[in-house]
């Protein structure tokens, strides 16, 4: 009974988590598949240093060792960053080996030229860990919800981020408090832009709507900002309007077109995705048959990273074992992606102003010159010493744009001292 | 271009659902396949009604004109219930037809047989829309989490119960109450017993832990009590206690062995699943690798499970057309059901009993009999005419077999006047 020869490229926290669950599940997996699953190669960047649990797989550094190899039918690339992580995959590909990846920036900014490679080389690659971690997301989007026309996806897809508007809606810190204690317990990179930027998510956002709406999305296509701007009066007046405060991965189709985009949010209190929590990730999805659907769980780590790599590699595995050929890819459809400022929402808005009669009035002359109504008006925090007020307003139903356009004229009215922060609003009351 | 020939049987509820959505998502569906998808027969119970959406397709009353048609090559089962629709799938397995089928109770009676039928004769049966509506479940189970040793599920999957529970603790009303409200609405039956006695929540269960444990799961081996039992009051407790009151199906691995049940179950309110509400659907999975996963969406409708019958419809039209055999079966791994006994939980025990002294003391003395510890005790509610009072003890965690014992000794004390009802809980404080 001849193995399925597998190679890692990457030893890390996730190659790790990989061989330990090849180690632990190695006879299930056996059982599962048919034949063994024989790790036979370990591409790291440094061969010198020790690797627990590898056994008799060799550690090298030069993919040619693990290609030339007749007995690696499938390639495992754990190594994350954009190059050579994809070099890799596009040679393993051509050199018609199966290919499982947990890499979203590769899948984002070259999935579509990587899975064609793939299908003309009567190969896999397959990618379940680039999104979410553990949960089943890919999986479902490709195959599971296939009969429905999709409408909507929003997301929570960063944990470091959500770890970090967790503790600052907990424990009323601002920003930089929050980023020096998910620093602290290693949540956060010592270099977090990736993930308080939004960086991250646009890229796992990325991939979902390319699969939901069967349009190619590159990450530039995301409108992004990051959570860098949010302070703790922030999060008070979510509180007090019945809100949390979300970094939300969100695609939509619009009038025919696809807007998608990373921002903080306010999420209604009884939305389901206003409950996720800390590290925890979610993913709800919207279609014509199915209403909602929401994934939920563990969307980092080596065990949840491990879960979706190897169920991608069983699969993989069992379909070899049969001489089963890889599935047909779904043809994408044309949908255009729209600029974000499409899309309808209301809108948070918190000002700094000129503590003096008649403000109240200029900045909502502005918003109604742009069809802008309000919905509720917080003013607080009156500053004597500086004569300011800070004022929250939110308004009904706009569109992106119009809050932009009224924006720019508020900004530089002489009772404005300061835009605060500017943020849509889902779930809630209906306008 | 030559279609993929589909077969109806049935024309209800669900099978009109998938006529609309098969008319609906036509030309996107002949897209996704490679070739359209043609109705060639709807099977029904009476042919003369009219059914508004079949088209061209033949309405008969004879699985043999189905069966009969070369032209056919998945059979799509909607009927419902145990006969003539096991005989059905039987018959078209047999003929080489892909099947495809909604029915938990032939899945949960007879789906180990069928599936090993449907691999001898080369062809596929699916049953994505047995389980939890649209939530994508049995595919995750079937492959997305194969990588992981499972440990338990834990599921809300009647919608009806779960909106009669979620009516109960919103309006305080009681079971009969809820009952007659749902029926009014059309979410409970006439006859509601196979809903509120668990019945069907239990097909359910024993169709994913078969997939989950890799386990033959008969109905008869889940543990069952349904919610007819439950007062107005047991909810008003719940909440004082910081729990949600739901009818969750369980399956769990104790010392190597499978324990199944669906009970009324305290569910600590920061448990996702307390906040499941209304007639909506949720799983949550546990394994070695990935924690906890959670699916949640709609558990019924026509929409959402068309949803899961076109889903494995497609999957299977890609294969015809590409000429993919169907997938290899997962070969079970034997694990012993045990009874229900075995599991260790925390229990809430509500009883009412003669207004004297002492009468904690004999009943806490029994529980310690059985070496089971109270966790909290409220005294409420003194009937001054009865002389009784109701007595809501919690416990730390015990054995199911020990509480059985125990209050198979506390219902003849003679200060017992009425064991109201005794549920296990999940979440909150661990002892």
Chains 1, 2 share one sequence.
Do not use: W
């Not at 370990?42 to 030339?68: E, Q, W």
């Not at 279609?287 to 190897?310: H, I, K, M, W």
């Amino acid at each position: 009974m001849s193995a399925v020869g597998v190679a890692l490229l990457g030893a890390g926290n996730v190659g790790g988590g990989v061989i330990a669950a090849l180690g632990a599940g190695g006879s299930r997996y056996t059982a599962t598949v048919g034949r063994p699953l024989e790790l036979r190669h370990v591409l790291v960047r440094d061969s010198a240093r020790a690797r627990p649990g590898i056994g008799a797989a060799a550690v090298t550094t030069d993919i040619a060792t693990v290609l030339g190899d007749p007995a690696v039918a499938v390639v495992v690339e754990v190594m994350g960053g954009e190059e050579p992580a994809r070099d890799y995959i596009a040679r393993a590909l051509a050199a018609r080996r199966h290919v499982v990846t947990a890499n979203k920036e590769v899948m984002a900014k070259h999935g579509a030229s990587l899975l064609a490679l793939a299908e003309q080389h009567g190969v896999s690659l397959r990618y379940e860990a680039a999104v979410g971690g553990g949960i089943p997301i890919i999986s479902p989007l490709s195959r599971d919800l296939l009969a429905n026309e999709l409408t909507a996806i929003t997301a929570i897809i960063n944990g470091t981020t959500n770890y970090m508007l967790t503790g600052m809606a907990r424990d009323g810190v601002d920003y930089a408090q929050a980023l020096a204690e998910a620093q602290r317990l290693g949540y956060a990179e010592p270099d977090p832009s990736a993930d308080v930027e939004g960086i991250d998510a646009a890229y796992k956002l990325a991939i979902l709507c390319g699969l939901a709406f069967h349009v190619a999305v590159a990450p530039e296509d995301v409108a992004r900002s990051g959570i860098t701007r949010l302070g703790a009066r922030d999060f008070r007046y979510a509180r007090e309007l019945g809100y949390a405060i979300k970094l939300l991965a969100s695609g939509r189709v619009v009038d025919g077109g696809l807007v998608a985009s990373v921002q903080p949010t306010f999420v209604a209190l009884d939305e389901p995705l206003a409950r996720v929590d800390g590290v925890l990730n979610a993913v709800q999805i919207e279609g014509d048959l199915v209403d909602r659907v929401l994934f939920e769980g563990s969307g980092a780590g080596p065990g949840p990273t491990a879960s979706a790599v190897l169920a991608d590699v069983l699969d993989i595995a069992r379909d070899i074992v049969v001489g089963r050929p890889p599935g047909a890819a779904v043809t994408p459809r044309p949908v255009a992606v729209h600029a974000p400022g499409a899309a309808r929402a209301r809108y948070y808005l918190r000002l700094t102003v000129v503590d003096r009669p008649r403000v109240l009035a200029r900045i909502s002359g502005v918003l109604g010159d742009h069809e802008i109504s309000i919905a509720s008006v917080i003013q607080a925090e009156t500053d004597e010493h500086a004569r300011t007020a800070e004022l929250v307003i939110t308004t009904h139903q706009a569109p992106g744009s119009a809050i932009a356009a009224a924006l720019e004229v508020i900004r530089v009215l002489d009772v404005v001292v300061e835009v605060g922060n500017v943020l849509p609003m889902v779930g809630g009351a209906r306008a």
